[in-house]
């Protein structure tokens, strides 16, 4: 029996033709394994070990997901409430001239756009998604004869525009690690600020991954600057994006194995009362909820991305074990056909010396 000095499955050549196969059907053909037995048996035991690494952080990211999508959701009663808030405000001074920078309209010649990523791999297609939604909208802004500046969150991002000269960045933050908290969105609500007022910018737009579900999330750009007056998040066309149903579910096991339960659920905020009045002047507390309504939006935002790329990682770690398995499993028959042909070849041996010496 041939041996090598590392494990390798060849393709024979005149096999081509076998290896095609009809869409929705696994690849099949004739392997011709040149290797020993023991070689098989050290890639049996790797594959059993990357299983066990790989449901080892399906489970965690798990975890963390369900973490995750719970101070996404904790906090849309919230968000809701100071949308109504601002709404009812804006409604009381639609008939004064009033100058609100945050909610100032102007003619849009630079645009910066804030691209929120994660800061480690193994999450399947989450941090390129987005990055082509990003670079999607470089390539558009261009086209339109507009200039563009990047803010990147997280460090696939940051290596990303690295790598890449060409891309105007303006500024390389880190991600978090553990769940977003306020103070860290008011780091970033910080420099979009700054780059609104100041008129670096004319227009601040945020990209992101918005959570969908545990099996699906989409990158999104949403409008971040400057304002709706009644507190709205839009996307680049002026379209409401607000409140959506949002699917909780439920980590359980069955059979010794992790098993998913889902309701959709969908937060309804609490109506004003019309005859609702102010003791402060309208436009005082319009211009105090502005930065509170601009550092909510960036929160939720990172929330989002964060519950993304955990259902992302739990997806793509699942997928993982589940090739690492069928890996095993595989390699295992071909343990198996490979040592009774050795046994079977021992006996015959042992027969014919019996039957020579009789002989």
């Given amino acids: 029996m041939a041996t090598s000095s590392s494990f390798s499955i060849c393709i024979p050549s005149n096999t081509a033709a076998a290896t095609t196969r009809r ?3 696994p690849l099949t053909t004739k392997f011709r394994v040149t290797c020993n037995l023991r070689q098989l048996r050290d890639r ?3 594959a059993k070990n990357t299983q066990k690494v790989t449901e080892a952080m399906k489970l965690v990211a798990a975890a963390k997901v369900r973490r995750a999508q719970e101070a996404v959701v904790s906090g849309r009663p919230f968000y809701e409430t100071l949308v109504e808030v601002l709404y009812n405000i804006n409604e009381e001074i639609q008939t004064e001239d009033i100058d609100i920078p945050l909610t100032k309209v102007r003619p849009v010649k630079k645009v910066a756009l804030v691209v929120v990523t994660g800061d480690r791999g193994l999450c399947g297609g989450f941090n390129n998604a987005v990055l082509r939604k990003a670079e999607a909208r470089i390539e558009e802004l261009k086209q339109l004869g507009l200039d563009y500046t990047v803010v990147s969150i997280g460090k696939k991002g940051n290596t990303h525009f690295l790598a890449r000269p060409y891309i105007n960045v303006d500024k390389l933050l880190d991600g978090f690690n553990n769940l977003p908290t306020a103070k860290d969105a008011l780091k970033i609500a910080d420099d979009a600020y700054s780059l609104f007022v100041s008129e670096d910018v004319d227009k601040v737009e945020l990209v992101y991954t918005k959570f969908v579900s545990l ?7 949403h409008t971040l600057l400057p304002l709706s ?4 998040i839009c996307d680049i066309n002026g379209v409401c994006v607000d409140a959506a149903d949002d699917e ?3 980590l359980t096991t069955k059979e010794g194995k992790l098993t998913v339960e889902r309701d959709v659920v969908r937060v309804q905020a609490q109506e004003f009362s019309p005859v609702l009045q102010f003791e402060q002047d309208p436009v005082q507390i319009l211009d105090a909820l502005m930065p509170l309504y601009l550092n909510s939006q960036i929160l939720r935002a990172l929330q989002e991305s964060l519950a993304s790329e955990l259902a992302a990682r739990m997806t793509a770690m699942s997928a993982a074990t ?3 398995i069928e890996l095993k499993n595989t390699l295992s028959i071909l343990y198996n056909r ?4 050795k046994i079977t070849g021992e006996m015959l041996e042992i027969v014919s010396g019996t039957t020579a010496l009789d002989g």
Avoid: M, T, Y
């Fill in 44 to 46: 049996i035991n790797s």
């Fill in 23 to 25: 869409p929705g059907r």
């Fill in 229 to 232: 007056p009644k507190g709205e």
């Fill in 215 to 221: 099996l699906k999330s989409e990158p999104v750009i």
């Fill in 338 to 341: 490979k040592r009774q042909a």
């Fill in 322 to 324: 589940d090739n690492a």
């Fill in 248 to 250: 909780f579910f439920r």
